[in-house]
């Protein structure tokens, strides 16, 4: 992946945020049709794109503050399933996602791409060959939906795929704070001042 500038950070999210909301559309869409192996994959995907948005907005806050970026690990991040599975996992358990699931639902990560692929595949489960729609019934899609919306629900409030708020953001001193807390925990090497 070649270098980007702090505006086309600001643009992929904006295009991630985007194609989240209508994947969870089309997630909705299916489920309303009854087609709920689909509905699901849909709304996993989904969550899985909103995983890229914390992973974004990482890489321009170091950006901002003028940290050197590993644009080669900016790219495994954004395209590796298990991180964004597990980003996921985490940001339920730091009480950023309350779903009133089930909490098995929101933690088996090691089960969630497993079930993306059910949700998409024919295979053998059991001892016999099975397809999706034999799989997956409507209270498994809606939950999965529902973990969806209420992610989406989050990064919509923070505003942050409005064009140039990532920047404002930074710029306030909550902003600055954040940059602190990153540096705390060592996302950014730089002394945040």
Same mark, same amino acid.
């Given at each position: ?28 869409? *299916?489920?309303?049709?009854?087609? $709920? ?12 794109? *909103? ?12 950006? $901002? ?17 298990? $991180? ?35 949700? *998409? ?7 016999? $060959? ?47 704070? *954040? ?15």
């Amino acid at each position: 992946m070649s270098k980007l500038s702090f505006n086309k950070l600001e643009h992929a999210y904006r295009m991630v945020f985007e194609n989240a909301k209508e994947l969870i559309e089309e997630a909705k869409i *299916l489920y309303e049709h009854k087609k $709920y192996a689909r509905a699901y994959a849909l709304a996993q995907i989904a969550h899985e794109e *909103l995983a890229k948005l914390p992973i974004i907005f990482h890489e321009a806050t170091r950006m $901002y503050y003028g940290e050197r970026n590993n644009w080669k690990s900016f790219n495994r991040r954004l395209r590796s399933h298990e $991180y964004k599975n597990s980003l996921n996992h985490l940001l339920i358990k730091a009480g950023n996602l309350k779903t009133g699931l089930p909490e098995k639902m929101e933690d088996d990560v090691r089960e969630v791409n497993n079930l993306k692929n059910s949700s *998409l595949y024919a295979d053998f489960k059991n001892n016999n $060959y099975t397809k999706p729609t034999q799989e997956f019934n409507a209270i498994k899609a809606e939950e999965k939906i529902i973990i969806a919306v209420k992610q989406f629900d989050i990064w919509e409030q923070a505003e942050y795929h409005e064009e140039g708020n990532i920047k404002k953001f930074l710029h306030t001193d909550e902003g600055k704070d *954040l940059a602190i807390a990153f540096e705390g925990i060592g996302l950014i090497k730089s002394k945040i001042e």
